[in-house]
């Protein structure tokens, strides 16, 4: 395997300086090739997305291909503009000069992917590798096989592998992929192997952006609207039975809404997942036996105020929500990542911002409130990868703003213009005049050139 994986970056290295991948024009047409291909695929990657997650037709096209169109449709549009040097300002130090900023691809990247949303998490960073201009290596995640599979077929018969290919496989594979002198790795997953990838990429100094998780709080104060609030959190908390990076992980109530709160909560839940949720026809499979076992072991039956039902052997967990939970609870220990939703009280704004700065910065935040006063304490006191006012989960799905962790949830960003730059190396020149040469900078040099 380490042989045909050397010669696949050499073969994508050799082309990469072929320079075919940088010229604009062949950008576009091959981004006009994956969006073509993808609309040919589309009800593979449906079917295989049913297969691997049980994930519903509508689920699947809104979460995991819509996106892409509107993600392929931003880069189709500005990557001319993006990429056209800019220039930049010149210091009188440098007189007669002119400043340049070069749009530099990295050469041939890396892209590891999660089982989550094992489609769209593998292409979106992809349409930036592209627009940049670069090869790209695909390693898709190997808990969905059948995505896995469609993903390889796309890409085989859309572009040579010389340009960009996929590999599948498991832990191992991707640890020989990381042991490449790459030019770039983007890597969506845990934080845990995230600290592995950063280590194997620190080998040859290769830059990385590493797109992680946590536990990400959704906070409801005393002002909010909390019909709304209920409304948005469970469809953003049991959207792939909760499998979502930036799935609400925890809630954070004051004390006083907590009674009506937990009613609205019931209600959506009853009303979008029936009573039955575990026999509903598209309610999402939680991924392997490990993580359903992870995850029964994290419902406090004493606590449980809904749902709490599970079917083991089909992998199916319900909707469920707990209530009177402390920090002390193993359900807030780690990060979620499946369809429990517990709640936390609290009397004090200033408990918010004690409780979540004792844990790792989260990936994302929502808090609920009506108030400008709240909004900017909250916003300017906490440190997390991005989040919402008043709803959950949508911020990620417009390409103008940055995707992306901080400290434990991450670093780097993509989405929109912010994909381009993350692939892009900013290559920085001060061209001079010869027409004269100002002798400022010399007057320390006793010797002229002439006694050489
Ligand atoms: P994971 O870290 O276990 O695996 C991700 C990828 O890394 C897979 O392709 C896997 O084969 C590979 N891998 C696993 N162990 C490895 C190792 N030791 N060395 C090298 N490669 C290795 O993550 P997962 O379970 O697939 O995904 C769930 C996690 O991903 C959650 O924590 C979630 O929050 C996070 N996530 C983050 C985002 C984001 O955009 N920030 C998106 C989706 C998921």
Redesign the pocket.
Known sequence: MKDAISSLVQKQRNYFYSGETKSISFRKNQLTALKEAIRNYESDILEALKKDLNKGEYEGFLTEIGFLYSELKDMIKNVDYWATPKKEKTPISSFGGKSFVYKEPYGVTLI??????PFQ?AIAPLIGAIGAGNTAII?????TPNTSVVIRELIATTFPEKYIAVVE???E???VL?DEDVDYIF????????K??ME?ASKHLTPVTL????KSPAIIMDDANLKLAAKRIVWGKFLNAG????APDYILIHEKKRRKFLKLLTYYTKKWFGNEALKKRDYPKI?NEKHVERLINLIDEEKVFYGGGFAQEQRFIEPTIMMDVTMDDPVMAE?I?GPILPIVTFEHPFEIVDIVRKRPNP?ALYLFTESKDHEQFILSNLSF?GGCVNDTVMH?STPYLP???VGA??MGSYHGKNSFDTFTHEKSILKQTTSFDLPIRYSQTKTSLSTL
């Open positions: 590891i992917a999660p089982w989550n949303y998490l390693k898709p995640s190997e808990l496989g498991d832990v594979t991707s640890k990381l890597f969506t997953g845990s934080t845990e192997v995230g592995k990838v194997a797109e992680l998780g946590g499998q979502t990076c930036v991924i990060e990542f990936l990868g990620l995707f992306g962790g949830s991450g």
